[in-house]
């Protein structure tokens, strides 16, 4: 019988991949890349610090089936992460917000979370039913706050104005009235590989019946050799751009080599000003990337950018308070659903801002439901 095509080596992909070895069918994964886990592709650098070349990646789920299933292929270590954001007179603060944030930013001594919901009260506009992430914001949290916060990284990360910005985009992080400064506070399970994420897929595509072929590109006339496609590759490009191109936001990496290893409690610091940066990212700080005794550390910053300014590299969907490309994806859907054989999958095939839990659960049961004959 013949195998099963896969395209794309990150999550998506590899669970896909795995869960169908597993039930006894050959699989074979091809990427364009020259590495095998996409995004989440880790390596140590010269200064002997583990770097994630695409970004953090940080996991953190409620999903208990999702971490059960992901601890097979790599032990892993707890880690809470943190993040703080430099204020314009160089101050950092909490973020998400908390008391103490609302404390650093307004100069009071809040000392419970009755009082600062009382006081986001206070500043809050009155608005009933909010139609973009702006009036979200100002519903939630006043205008000082957002502001200050949320409308130049909005500005930089998305090159669009809060007032353009779905709801949705800044509903992901949440608001804290208490002292509790883990980012990811409310989800039970939190942690990082041992080894790193590439030594985890290692693992995953470890299996005799997954052929892995790296720098690979995908071409329509390789479906004729295999009995089903599961494809992460963006949508759009699969139907040739035929109804207008989906947009997405890219970031370009910049690395730098300094002096020391600063002990800092956190590993991201996000910034509020108008400059081209919107965070940086002190490696080390996180467990296990430090891999020797150095005398100097890696950071990162991050300059957000379109996709098309950044060799095709695709990182998140632009989702605007008018839904157009929503309404755009779902017409390349429509196209999607009368193509036989193929299924698309991951966050460009299905134009979605996915953690990687929501990406390995939605995999696990794509990949079940395809087994157990359901497409």
Not at 21 to 32: K, N
Not at 91 to 109: C, S
Not at 198 to 213: G, N, Q, S, Y
Not at 293 to 320: F, I, Q, W
Request: glycine content about 8%.
């Amino acid at each position: 019988m013949k195998p099963v095509l896969v395209v794309g080596a990150g999550f998506a992909g590899a669970v896909h991949a795995r869960v169908l070895a597993e039930a006894g069918v050959s699989v074979q994964v091809i990427d364009q890349r020259a590495h095998i886990a996409g995004n989440a592709f880790d390596y140590v650098d010269g200064n002997g610090v583990r770097v994630h070349a695409y970004g953090p990646h940080l996991f953190h789920t409620k999903n208990l089936r999702v971490a059960a299933w992901v601890k097979r292929f790599s032990a892993f270590v707890p880690y809470v992460h943190k993040v703080r954001a430099r204020l314009p007179d160089g101050r950092t603060a909490p973020l998400p917000i908390n008391l103490d944030t609302v404390n650093i930013v307004f100069g009071t001594r809040f000392e419970t979370a009755a009082e600062v919901s009382a006081h986001l009260k206070a500043v809050s506009l009155p608005i009933p039913a909010p139609a973009n992430a702006a009036e979200y914001l100002y519903a939630n949290i006043g205008v000082t706050l957002t502001d200050l916060f949320f409308r130049p990284y909005t500005k930089k990360m998305w090159a669009m104005d809060l007032e353009e910005m779905a709801a949705a985009v800044v509903k992901r992080i949440p608001l804290r009235t208490g002292r509790g400064d883990g980012y990811f506070h409310d989800d039970e399970v939190q942690m990082m590989p041992l080894r790193g994420y590439t030594k985890l897929f290692e693992a995953m595509l470890d299996h005799p019946r997954i052929a892995v072929a790296l720098e690979t590109v995908f071409a329509k006339d390789m479906l004729a050799d295999y009995r089903f496609c599961f494809n992460s590759m963006p949508i759009d490009s699969y139907f040739d751009f035929c109804l207008g191109e989906l947009p997405y936001r890219s970031l370009k990496f910049h690395h730098e080599t300094e002096a020391g290893v600063p002990g800092q409690g956190w590993s991201i610091t996000n910034f509020t000003d108008a400059g081209p940066f919107t965070r940086e990212t002190l490696w080390h700080v996180m467990p296990h990337h430090l891999e020797r005794d150095v005398s100097r550390h890696t950071v990162t910053r991050e300059e957000p950018c379109d996709y098309k300014d950044n060799g095709l590299e695709r990182y998140y969907p632009v989702k605007t308070a008018d839904g157009r490309f929503g309404r755009l994806y779902g017409a390349y859907r429509g196209l999607a659903a009368r193509e036989a054989g193929i299924c698309f999958i991951g966050r460009c095939g299905t134009y979605q801002y996915l953690d990687m839990d929501q990406v390995i659960n939605q995999s696990l049961v794509s990949a079940e439901r395809w087994l157990a004959g359901v497409t």
